[in-house]
């Protein structure tokens, strides 16, 4: 368990870490725009929602503590180049293969978790397991002010004695796990057709803000995008053993927890970036207090994770989830009204903080869980569709914000969590249209 979960860890906090330290990574290289920093985002979002399906389903055929280790190392390894880099293009491209490492670990380490647990301690396991997700999103933002007060270079390098030590204990420990011989092989053309699509999706969502929506280098991405996405589907429902089964869809929780996911992702997104940018932009803090401010999130976000497994025995899926999805809303709706120009942290931000920090921790592990609900052979390439989801709705709820905020004003702000609030509102229609009727 503490294997699994401190790789799960670690490849997640990556995404969320960088966005506080972009600043000072810019002043490392003079001579950088904006837009070529944000690339140290853009290509870890792009290239780990693409790549997540892929190797999900490759470990199921391969073995997945083989592919697992084999993340790590990478990760592990470019984590080092990214630490040392000496120009922005070296950095984002680490950056890129980072992205690559992370999306072999964190599909594959859920997937072992049932084999490695008996049946009774799976909700508890894949609970614990979605709740260091939650936590280590909500603590990219302090985790990252705290490094970027030493230098940039600690956000990569941390990744590296903590690597080496999964490594190792995860040879020791973990048990394979793999299809039976003469299983069929994962259709290529179904893979590469949908790698085509969430790469295409994802940069066309990530460039839309400043190509402008209207552009046609952006129409195009999204035409491209929706001609491979068509491409997938038709693989999807012919091939013989395409990347992404359709028998996965039979199961109503886990379409729903894969459309919800998608709208939960979005709006969390917004939270975590949106309430870093206010403070340091309007309020004027400091990155270090920015990210320390945030801190009263991750913190709430423990306290239920801890508990997931208790909640879910006495409650279900169903409602702690739809609980976490319409926390957000409220708070989103409570920073419209009590987050003004003049800082006010304790009265303003503060309680949407203990609200986010709710629906991080009750969220995320009832839907993630859903892959539990799959045939044990399909339980990685299940969480990767999952991740998938939760992937490319982070980089859409990431381009909208960048979108509604061109300059940091209260109004663009406001327009961004009127939008968390709307994808919390869907996120729990979602569940509750699509969810089990009854309570497990």
Do not use: C
Not at 35 to 49: E, H, K, M, R
Not at 127 to 145: H, N, T
Not at 187 to 192: E, G, H, Q
């Amino acid at each position: 368990m503490a294997v699994l979960g401190a790789v799960a860890f670690m490849a997640q906090l990556d995404f969320f870490v960088v966005n506080v330290a972009l600043d000072g990574i810019g002043q490392s290289f003079p001579g950088t725009s904006v837009a070529g920093v944000s690339w140290i985002l853009s290509a870890y979002a792009i290239v780990f929602a693409a790549v997540l399906v892929p190797a999900g389903r490759i470990a199921d055929h391969r073995g997945r503590k083989k592919m697992l280790l084999s993340g790590v190392a990478l990760f592990t390894l470019t984590s080092a180049v990214a630490a040392a880099a000496p120009s922005l293009g070296v950095l984002v491209g680490a950056r890129a293969l980072q992205a690559v490492g992370a999306a072999m670990i964190v599909p594959t380490s859920l997937g072992l978790l049932y084999p490695s647990f008996p049946k009774r301690q799976h909700t508890l396991v894949v609970g614990l397991w979605a709740g260091v997700g939650a936590i280590a999103a909500s603590a990219g933002p302090p985790v990252g002010g705290l490094l970027v007060t030493l230098d940039w270079r600690w956000i990569f390098l941390i990744n590296v004695p903590v690597g080496i030590a999964t490594l190792v204990a995860g040879a020791l420990l973990l048990p394979e796990v793999r299809q039976p011989r003469g299983a069929a092989v994962p259709d290529a053309a179904s893979a590469l057709a949908l790698l085509l699509a969430v790469s295409l999706l994802v940069l066309a969502t990530v460039q839309g803000p400043g190509w402008g929506w209207t552009d046609l280098r952006t129409v195009a991405l999204f035409a491209a995008a929706a001609l491979a996405a068509a491409a997938t589907v038709e693989r999807t429902l012919r091939a013989k053993a395409p990347v992404i089964e359709k028998q996965l869809f039979a199961a109503r929780q886990f379409t729903a927890a894969t459309a919800a996911l998608f709208l939960f992702s979005a709006g969390f997104a917004i939270v975590l970036l949106s309430t870093a940018l206010f403070m340091q932009e309007v309020w004027h803090f400091s990155p270090l207090r920015a990210g320390v401010s945030i801190a009263p999130a991750p913190l709430t976000s423990i306290a239920f994770a801890m508990n997931a497994g208790p909640i879910q025995h006495r409650l279900g899926r169903t409602a702690p989830a739809v609980t976490g999805t319409l926390a957000m809303a409220l708070a989103a709706g409570y920073w419209i009204a009590a987050v003004h120009t003049t800082p006010d942290y304790w009265g303003g931000m503060f309680p949407g903080l203990i609200l986010v920090g709710l629906a991080g921790g009750l969220t995320q592990a009832p839907l993630f869980a859903a892959a539990g609900t799959l045939a044990p052979e399909r339980a990685t390439t299940g969480s990767a569709v999952l991740n998938m989801s939760r992937q490319i709705g982070s980089a859409v709820g990431v381009a909208l914000l960048v979108a509604l905020t061109p300059q940091a004003t209260t109004t663009g702000f406001d327009h961004a969590w009127s939008v968390q609030a709307g994808a919390g509102i869907a996120a729990a229609g979602a569940l509750l249209a699509l969810g089990p009727r009854h309570t497990p």
